[in-house]
């Protein structure tokens, strides 16, 4: 037996490698509208099923202060297929991990009593009585489908998320506190928006510094799912260049290799010395003042993964 690293190519472009940026607004409350979870599941590269709802953003947010604060994540695209942060919640603060999904309308915590947590290196989350969000709030109001929304538990605003994967997550909604240390350096403890993609309008697909004649590209960039995808156009013509590419290098295919759909085996043991094979591709946008372009460039490691497989040796 001998182990074979692999690359793997991951046309569906990862954006969320190591940082992530949360725009925020400063509120005059300190509350977090935040999600109490009695029961969920894992999922890997989930996608929200349901839009967002505007009504929520319209509904924490003013807009008389913007900052930054920035999250170190935690997690990767391959094996575990999701991401997460740590934020400090509650009065006395203490860390949880938050899976910030900018393209669902919520996100929750792993809580007491938990059913079918998921390890992690923090203890479950415990929720005060008096944080409770009733279903006549107008926070719960926004959450919930159009139409009159009656709660099964007539003290709690309860909810039910999907995901496109299958899997879901149930529980009800409460407000907690926190606080957070904005990049121009004010703190402050604003409602926390989460629940929002980001589409920054038609894109033109660059490879390797030329354009692959693939324009008016339409992409969204959502946090809460491991992909941002193409369409079958934009993705056939840039595998195609990949695959030139790597014929080129006499990079062979790894047909036994089963991680990705495109995968090769050459002499490399790491993602770095896999990158220097391949090329950069790019999503090209015009500026807001349109004068100019803007481009978004993924480097080789940021649509690669390497594997490692066994296989049998022939004597």
Same mark, same amino acid.
């Given at each position: 037996m001998k182990e074979e690293d692999q690359v793997g190519v991951m046309l569906l472009l990862q954006v969320l490698q190591l940082v992530l940026l949360l725009s925020l607004c400063e509120l005059?409350?300190?509350?977090?509208?935040? +999600?109490?979870?009695d029961h969920q599941h894992q999922q890997n590269g989930r996608k929200s099923v349901q839009p967002i *709802?505007?009504?929520?953003?319209?509904?924490? /947010? +003013?807009? @008389?202060? #913007?900052? !930054? %604060? %920035?999250?170190?994540? @935690?997690? +990767? %695209?391959?094996?575990?297929?999701?991401? +997460?942060v740590t934020l400090h919640i509650g009065q006395p603060s203490k860390p949880y991990f938050l899976d910030p999904d900018t393209g669902s309308d919520l996100t929750w915590l792993q809580c007491e009593p938990?059913?079918?947590?998921?390890?992690?290196p923090h203890p479950p989350y415990k929720h005060n009585n008096d944080y409770v969000v009733p279903p006549e709030d107008p926070l719960? #109001?926004?959450?919930?489908?159009?139409? @009159?929304?009656? !709660? #099964? $538990?007539?003290s709690r605003c309860d909810y039910e998320i999907q995901y496109a994967d299958g899997f879901s997550s149930r529980g009800f909604l409460v407000k907690d506190v926190f606080s957070l240390n904005?990049?121009?350096? =004010? *703190?402050?403890?604003? /409602?926390?928006?989460?629940?929002e993609h980001y589409s920054p309008g038609d894109a033109e697909l660059i490879f390797g510094g030329k354009t692959?004649?693939? =324009? #008016?590209?339409? $992409? %969204?960039? @959502? !946090?809460?799912?491991?992909? *941002?995808y193409l369409d079958s156009h934009a993705y056939g013509t840039l595998t195609d260049l990949v695959k030139k590419e790597a014929s080129e290098k006499k990079l062979t295919v790894a047909e036994n290799d089963q991680t990705l759909s495109l995968c090769w085996e050459g002499p490399f043991k790491s993602l770095e010395e896999a990158s220097k094979y391949f090329k950069p591709m790019a999503l090209s946008f015009n500026s807001t003042d349109?004068?100019?372009?803007?481009?978004?460039?993924?480097?080789?490691?940021?649509? /690669?993964?390497?594997? $490692?497989?066994?296989?049998?040796?022939?004597w």
């Open positions: 005059s409350s300190s509350s977090l509208a935040l +999600n109490y979870v *709802t505007e009504a929520i953003a319209s509904l924490l /947010l +003013n807009r @008389d202060f #913007k900052s !930054s %604060v %920035v999250f170190p994540i @935690d997690g +990767n %695209v391959y094996p575990i297929g999701f991401y +997460n938990c059913f079918a947590c998921t390890e992690a719960c #109001k926004s959450l919930q489908p159009p139409g @009159d929304y009656k !709660s #099964k $538990t007539p904005f990049t121009g350096g =004010k *703190t402050t403890k604003p /409602l926390l928006a989460l629940g692959t004649g693939i =324009k #008016k590209l339409r $992409t %969204v960039f @959502d !946090s809460g799912a491991s992909y *941002t349109g004068k100019a372009r803007v481009e978004f460039e993924l480097p080789p490691d940021a649509y /690669l993964i390497l594997s $490692t497989y066994q296989c049998k040796e022939r």
